[in-house]
């Protein structure tokens, strides 16, 4: 697979993250630098092995190819960035709200933490998706992407975790401070692509607490069967590129299914994996970052109504939007063009702010979160416009 090298994701998916000063307390000292942060390096993943059907030459591979931006492109799309306004972040406060958490984990319920980040409670058990506390997706604390809104709740106060699932090893998506401070407030166990065990092993994560799968394999933990499924994206937390693998995920439990995107591409793939692993109860699907200057890397909100009605979904949950501002598009037309394109096919949405959680099961589609709140996000920051 050839190489992107857009000067987007060179600069805001590939650097190290450090913890907010709010969140600093549990994760004290987790964080020791740039270079322990990126991880380990491809000599370090092929020390430990790779057989794969998708690795081949040093790297792994799509099954379909991502389009190439030609580097005669890097310098007006670089211009393109560095002049940009601030239409990709909100124009004043989020309104993220603490998780109201059961005691017991429910057969059903999601609670977004932003971006790609949800605690969900399946058959009774607690899994996380891509957890990132940090301020900042950046190699620097003081430079990069920033977040648009605090964590809705503190690490400390996560129930205990069967699982931790993770997509690829990107830093909006892999975070090495998050990281540090699970393995140390919980024994949860890491399932994770082929590849990021070595970033685990580096950071001192030991054998016993993560899994390393392929694509089509499968793992139990706690009762619930976690599979990995393709996805289309790439990897790559340095100047090397897909060292590791990247994945969507398949939660199993005794009575219910989730579809876990991760970061990805549209991919006929998805209709497979409904075919082999669903139908579900309910999908997370990665609706923003998206440019047609990169449209095999990320669904655009359109394709992913269109996943989730291939692969068999029941209720979509959108995810990595909002969160991080990585795209030219504005914040909130992600969740507009969502909630457009399901109208047209009758797909029930979720659209909770930040932090409120909400049950699939018995509540079904009548009782889903569907509050415009991003329309008064703009309203009220009109209003303060005004009196100023």
Avoid at 355 to 369: K, Q
Wanted: net charge negative; charged share 20%.
């Amino acid at each position: 697979m050839s190489r992107l090298r857009l000067p987007f994701v060179d600069t805001a998916l590939t650097g190290a993250t450090q913890l907010t000063t709010a969140l600093l307390a549990p994760v004290s000292g987790a964080t020791k630098g740039v270079h322990r942060s990126m991880g380990a390096g491809r000599r370090a993943v092929r020390r430990h092995g790779i057989a794969s059907p998708r690795y081949a030459d040093g790297i792994f591979h799509n099954t379909l190819p991502l389009q190439v931006t030609d580097a005669t492109d890097n310098a007006p799309l670089l211009l393109d960035w560095l002049r940009r306004d601030d239409r990709g972040r909100p124009p004043g406060p989020v309104p993220v709200e603490p998780p109201t958490l059961p005691e017991t984990a429910a057969p059903l319920a999601a609670t977004w933490l932003g971006h790609a980040t949800v605690l969900l409670e399946v058959d009774g058990r607690w899994v996380l998706t891509d957890p990132v506390w940090s301020d900042r997706v950046s190699p620097s604390a003081n430079v990069g992407p920033r977040r648009s809104h605090p964590v809705p709740m503190p690490l400390e106060e996560l129930p205990r975790l069967s699982a931790v699932l993770i997509s690829h090893d990107h830093y909006d998506h892999l975070d090495t401070a998050t990281i540090d401070a699970l393995v140390r407030l919980q024994d949860v166990v890491f399932v994770v692509p082929l590849g990021i065990g070595a970033h685990l092993r580096r950071w001192g994560v030991p054998k016993h607490r993560f899994h390393e799968l392929d694509w089509d394999d499968q793992v139990e933990v706690d009762g619930l069967t976690f599979t990995c499924t393709e996805a289309r994206h790439f990897s790559g937390r340095g100047l090397s590129r897909n060292n590791t693998l990247w994945a969507s995920w398949v939660v199993t439990g005794p009575h219910h299914r989730v579809l876990f995107g991760g970061d990805t591409g549209y991919t006929p793939a998805f209709g497979g994996i409904g075919a082999s692993y669903g139908p579900f109860d309910l999908t997370l699907l990665p609706i923003g970052a998206y440019d047609p200057r990169w449209p095999d890397v990320h669904l655009d909100p359109e394709e992913a109504v269109r996943v989730h009605r291939e692969a068999g979904g029941a209720v979509l949950l959108p995810i990595h939007w909002l969160t991080f501002d990585l795209a030219f598009h504005a914040w909130a037309e992600p969740v507009e063009r969502l909630l457009t394109e399901a109208s047209v096919h009758g797909v029930p949405v979720a659209t909770p702010p930040p932090g409120r959680r909400f049950e699939v099961e018995p509540a079904a589609s009548d009782g889903l979160p569907r509050d415009d709140w991003w329309t008064a996000v703009r309203r009220a920051a009109g209003s303060v416009r005004d009196r100023t």
